[in-house]
């Protein structure tokens, strides 16, 4: 890195706001991609190298910045939170590192169109917090809205735990401004309604920061609901719990959440909240404590075995599959929807839970993700991996994904995020290796083989984790002939390929 560049840039932010320092440099030369933990643990400290980082307080000095890469042929990589996991965000060529996090502000809410104005670099908690206090909410709950920001939100078309009621990312956003590599502002967006031509908004949507950066958004916001209400069930079957949550979903009741968890993961939801005894038999314990003195990472080598036995028993060990649901907003809406699903449960043979097991899983909902490391201590790796598909799709895609994923690792699933017409579905997987360099082999390959699986079974590559490098080359499957499309945006906006090189294309 030439000290000029220091300079340059040093001109633009002040020197405070840049650093070089190799602490900082080691930082961000990763986000929570776990092949990058995979690589610490074969002592990678950095495994892809960021010459500067830079902190612009303000979308001029971003305009600035952006004017000077492209006048000087340097690469910039947007970087929020650092909370993505397919490694969007991370210095592939190197180059600057643009952090985001100084433009913070949070304007006035306008109650009467129930919007606010926020700027790309606050972070979701705080964001919330602010809503919270002055009587509204953004009823946008990633598992990570402490360590992410609203601009990675936009980047990655980010989904909350509750967007079945509230909506997905790019249902909040109503306009944004981004800064194209020709230094410009521009605003696009839908508010006021501009009803003429393509969607320019939708177009940066999930653009993963390679066509522009976004510096500001308008966002909805609603009154903190009224009541809300938890509830969970059981069922006998995967498949009857998820014929439940498709009824209710489809007979126009909007639950803020319904998940339904395999026999695994209904096993870990037991074991994580263990402290309850009625959710905990004797014997799971102790079936826990001697997995643990095999220990883990000798258990991870033996996935075929654990999904066997899972086959065979799983329901019985796990007492069934659970179903978590909440509605929330006017009580007597959330009154109405909690007897649809009431009446459903039974319909499809289910046993209601009542409300505690429902309101356990509220308590856990933001920490339970973040309950990893023990595995990469022991060894290990996990990851996982959130698809979509529509209905008919969602049984072949269920035992087609598992089935692939227990040729390699020991893997869960829950399906989430339910719609109208179909779902997400999330899998867990965790595995182990011999050396780190076989665990990275089986990583790579396992995310190679399953990624493939989904396509042929009619699945998305994601629902709400993006592309970054991990799904770089699969997507080019999955879009097909429009993936020349978007080849040639990026040309159009980045003719120099310096915005975040590397990444989706
Ligand atoms: C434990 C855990 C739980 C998670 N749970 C969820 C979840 O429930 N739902 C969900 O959707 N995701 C979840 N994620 C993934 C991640 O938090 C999201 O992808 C999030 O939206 C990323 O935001 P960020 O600010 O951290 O972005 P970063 O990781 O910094 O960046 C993500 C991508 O966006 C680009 N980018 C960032 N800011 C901008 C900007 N202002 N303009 C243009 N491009 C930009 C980056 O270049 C990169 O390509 C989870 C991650 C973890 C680690």
């Given at each position: 890195m030439s000290q000029q560049l220091r300079k340059d840039l040093e001109r633009i932010v002040g020197s405070e706001a840049v650093s070089t320092d190799d602490r900082d440099r080691i930082a961000y030369s990763r986000d929570m991609w776990p092949r990058n933990m995979i690589l610490l643990r074969c002592g990678v400290h950095r495994p892809y190298s960021a010459d500067i980082i830079v902190w612009p307080g303000s979308p001029a000095q971003v305009a600035s910045i952006v004017r000077f890469c492209t006048q000087s042929g340097v690469k910039l990589i947007p970087y929020?939170?650092?909370?993505?996991?397919?490694?969007?965000?991370?210095?592939?060529?190197?180059?600057?590192?643009?952090?985001?996090?100084?433009?913070?502000?949070?304007?006035?809410?306008?109650?009467?169109?129930?919007?606010?104005?926020?700027?790309?670099?606050?972070?979701?908690?705080?964001?919330?917090?602010?809503?919270?206090?002055?009587?509204?909410?953004?009823?946008?709950?990633?598992?990570?809205?402490?360590?992410?920001?609203?601009?990675?939100?936009?980047?990655?078309?980010?989904?909350?735990?509750?967007?079945?009621?509230?909506?997905?990312?790019?249902?909040?956003?109503?306009?944004?401004?981004?800064?194209?590599?020709?230094?410009?502002?521009?605003?696009?967006?839908?508010?006021?309604?501009?009803?003429?031509?393509?969607?320019?908004?939708?177009?940066?949507?999930?653009?993963?920061?390679?066509?522009?950066?976004?510096?500001?958004?308008?966002?909805?916001?609603?009154?903190?609901?009224?009541?809300?209400?938890?509830?969970?069930?059981?069922?006998?079957?995967?498949?009857?719990?998820?014929?439940?949550?498709?009824?209710?979903?489809?007979?126009?009741?909007?639950?803020?959440?319904?998940?339904?968890?395999?026999?695994?993961?209904?096993?870990?939801?037991?074991?994580?909240?263990?402290?309850?005894?009625?959710?905990?038999?004797?014997?799971?314990?102790?079936?826990?404590?001697?997995?643990?003195?095999?220990?883990?990472?000798?258990?991870?080598?033996?996935?075929?075995?654990?999904?066997?036995?899972?086959?065979?028993?799983?329901?019985?060990?796990?007492?069934?599959?659970?179903?978590?649901?909440?509605?929330?907003?006017?009580?007597?809406?959330?009154?109405a929807e909690l007897n649809i699903l009431l009446d459903t449960v039974k319909k499809f043979r289910g046993t209601d839970l009542g409300e505690e097991t429902g309101n356990l899983w509220l308590r856990h909902r933001l920490t339970r993700a973040f309950r990893q490391s023990p595995v990469f201590h022991s060894g290990g790796f996990t990851d996982t991996l959130e698809v979509s598909a529509t209905w008919n799709r969602v049984p072949e895609i269920y035992t087609s994904v598992m089935n692939e994923l227990s040729r390699h690792v020991l893997s869960s699933a829950t399906l989430s995020h339910p719609y109208a017409h179909g779902c997400s579905m999330s899998f867990t997987l965790a595995g182990s290796a011999s050396t780190d360099e076989q665990m990275l082999e089986k990583y790579d390959a396992t995310w190679r083989t399953v990624m493939k699986t989904v396509i042929e079974s009619g699945g998305t590559l994601s629902h709400h984790h993006g592309v970054g490098m991990l799904k770089s080359s699969a997507l080019r499957d999955e879009m097909g002939n429009a993936f020349q499309v978007l080849s040639g945006l990026k040309a159009v906006f980045d003719a120099d390929y310096l915005l975040n090189p590397g990444k989706m294309i």
């Open positions: 929020g939170g650092g909370s993505g996991v397919c490694g969007g965000a991370v210095p592939k060529e190197g180059g600057i590192i643009l952090d985001l996090k100084r433009l913070d502000a949070v304007r006035e809410i306008d109650p009467a169109l129930q919007t606010v104005d926020v700027q790309a670099g606050v972070i979701g908690q705080n964001l919330e917090s602010e809503m919270n206090r002055q009587g509204f909410t953004c009823g946008h709950f990633p598992t990570s809205m402490a360590c992410s920001t609203v601009g990675g939100w936009i980047a990655s078309r980010a989904a909350g735990q509750m967007c079945s009621l509230y909506g997905k990312i790019e249902d909040l956003v109503s306009k944004i401004r981004v800064v194209t590599m020709d230094g410009e502002i521009t605003e696009v967006g839908r508010f006021p309604w501009k009803p003429r031509g393509p969607s320019w908004l939708q177009l940066f949507l999930g653009s993963e920061g390679i066509l522009g950066i976004v510096v500001d958004a308008r966002l909805r916001v609603f009154p903190l609901p009224e009541r809300r209400a938890m509830r969970a069930a059981r069922f006998s079957s995967f498949s009857s719990g998820m014929d439940c949550i498709r009824e209710v979903t489809q007979m126009g009741a909007r639950p803020s959440v319904m998940l339904l968890l395999d026999p695994i993961d209904t096993l870990l939801f037991r074991s994580l909240t263990a402290r309850r005894a009625f959710l905990m038999p004797d014997f799971v314990g102790k079936a826990q404590e001697t997995l643990r003195e095999m220990g883990m990472n000798e258990l991870l080598r033996h996935p075929w075995l654990i999904r066997q036995l899972m086959k065979r028993f799983g329901e019985e060990i796990s007492a069934g599959v659970l179903l978590i649901a909440g509605f929330e907003g006017r009580g007597d809406l959330v009154e």
